[in-house]
């Protein structure tokens, strides 16, 4: 890595993953020159602490972003579509945590441990993925760079501070009501800007984003179609159902793949994986030792576990990959797309 | 029906599947002429209500099936085991939910809306499914009978009063010493006859039943085997990946199928489905309409939604189906097994 200093912007840095980034720039001792907090017009004035000093949150305007080398989005598309040109013009590369651009061609959509030399293709922007894509094409790739792969068809069981620090509260009071027997509105879940409310605590909820024509959600395309553009594969098939659970960080998936090499072993998968970067593989059975969410909370590493062959398949096999959503599957992953940045000599 | 008045035991009368056993006994006014109910030493002499009466629950023992036209057994494998023969030698016709007798070869495994012709070859006990396939083959028969089945991989939300009463006292008050803070200790789930305990409250937890030596749990293989026999289909592809969630009340199914015949639509599944018995279609994602389980709590049906086409494979096909796992996935599908008996006049 090269001796620079960087000046870094964080746009919504009082949201859950802005706090993580805070969190994670300090453990990893990223070389921050100056840091300028930024949000909107609501939180602006808020306090936050960064290496034991305080900083005050700032309104975010086109004028921003002057001297910042790497400013990080994450405070929703609508935030990032307005001011990330503004950012860019201003000499910053953009790590946006949003959909908003990942799937632009001229936009490079990065998992540092999957695709990383697709950093120096950017033109401004690099987008970070989708949480719960992340967590799975970093898993797969060592299985396709060994293996192959002909088919992905995964189920999500996805924490609620993928849907922000209101639906952490609502998720707690809403479960305090049901256990104590009191009458509550849900006004958060599963989607705040869709039309209807469902209960979250003690429930499964099919939904996550809104819902496009061809019955499938926003979450769920979002999965299919990063998921191909990491790999470089646009021919995968991929397939995806998302749900969102009463766990407050740490999304689990249900992995079914199809290798394309003959007679690939379980234990062949362990390797791989066990020599994969940021993958902890945790999976003895016969201990009762498989990943959960709980586990993964606060954790930078993937954990995958519950590893299988397919019982009719002889390409099949069945993984179950759990990671900490704010960390690896945002903030974390935000933070090492900056730091190869600086690796590449390319800020 | 035929206007016979039959004599009805039920074994493992207070656990979670006797108590809803005696409810729909009532609700569907089953004709019962004489009810003992019966339970290990531990329970014996609780007192619980049928139409209005009171009943003092018994120890049961080998005699206490005399006279007894059916014997609902529902209080763990060991106690089928032990008693059912007695049970058959006295006359009775045994409908055991556990997973005792299910993939014995002499013993029919019935779900009346897929397969009530089977109760026709009874020897004298009949198993009613796990809750988690019952919900799933009741789905798929319809589509299996009119575009034919070539593959099956689910992935479970389960509740946890599948693992009994003990199960949901300890998630309901792990959920509180989470939320104000305190230590506590699992002792249940996931597997109370297991050697580690996991927290359930806001987790996932990848393990329903004991491991098998392919890293399988005996819950995915339960799936995969009780599916086939029911649909009377060995080479049938079936995988299954059973996961436990912080629920009460009702499991939920994430569905991936491959059909055999060619250009089967969205619409013609959902068709199939309206006019399936038990099935309800709550599917109408524009709306954010889709099964829940909180919403399946307490009802008979089985709910069917977020049914959309593969985007890769012509002949995928992706379902959430989701029921009450102690009603359609236990006691009503063993009365309903008892009424066909009725109606086929075996009793």
Redesign the interface.
């Known amino acids: 890595m090269n001796n620079k200093l960087v000046n870094v912007a964080v746009v919504g840095a009082t949201g859950a993953v802005g706090e993580q980034m805070l969190e994670i720039l300090e453990e990893r001792s990223f070389p921050v020159n100056t840091l300028k907090l930024l949000s909107s017009k609501r939180s602006a004035g808020k306090t936050l602490t960064f290496k034991g000093e305080e900083y005050v949150v700032e309104e975010a305007t086109e004028d921003s972003f002057e001297g910042i080398d790497i400013a990080l989005f994450s405070a929703g598309g609508s935030v990032s579509k307005r001011f990330a040109d503004a950012a860019v013009k201003s000499g910053a590369v953009v790590i946006d945590n949003t959909s908003a651009f990942r799937m632009d061609e001229n936009v490079p959509l990065v998992v540092p441990e999957v695709n990383v030399d697709d950093v120096s293709k950017h033109n401004g922007i690099i987008s970070n993925p989708n949480c719960s894509t992340i967590q799975m094409v970093a898993a797969l790739e060592p299985l396709r760079e060994a293996f192959g792969l002909n088919r992905v068809?995964v189920?999500t069981?996805q924490a609620v501070s993928g849907a922000g620090v209101e639906a952490v509260d609502e998720m707690?009071e809403q479960?305090?009501d049901v256990?104590e027997g009191r009458d509550f509105e849900a006004k958060v879940l599963?989607v705040s800007s869709?039309?209807?409310y469902?209960?979250i605590a003690?429930?499964?909820?099919?939904?996550i984003d809104k819902?496009e024509d061809?019955?499938?959600?926003f979450e769920e395309l979002k999965m299919?179609n990063e998921t191909k553009k990491i790999l470089h594969d646009d021919q995968l098939?991929?397939?995806a159902?998302c749900?969102r659970?009463?766990?407050?960080t740490g999304h689990?998936e249900?992995v079914?793949i199809e290798v394309d090499k003959d007679g690939v072993t379980?234990n062949e998968l362990r390797e791989q994986l066990e020599k994969a970067p940021g993958i902890t593989v945790t999976d003895d059975?016969?201990?009762?030792v498989?990943?959960?969410?709980?586990d993964a909370a606060g954790q930078d590493d993937i954990f995958v576990?519950?590893?299988?062959?397919?019982?009719?398949?002889e390409k099949?096999f069945?993984l179950?990959v759990v990671a900490d959503n704010l960390r690896k599957g945002a903030a974390l992953n935000s933070i090492q797309i900056a730091e190869s940045l600086l690796k590449k000599e390319l800020i």
Chains 1, 2 share one sequence.
Request: glycine content about 6%.
């Open positions: 068809i189920s069981y707690n479960s305090k256990l599963p869709d039309e209807k469902y209960q003690f429930n499964a909820v099919p939904q819902f061809n019955g499938y959600t299919i098939p991929v397939a159902t749900v659970l009463p766990v407050a689990s249900s079914y379980v059975p016969s201990n009762q498989y990943p959960m969410a709980t576990g519950r590893m299988r062959k397919d019982l009719d398949n099949g069945h179950w």
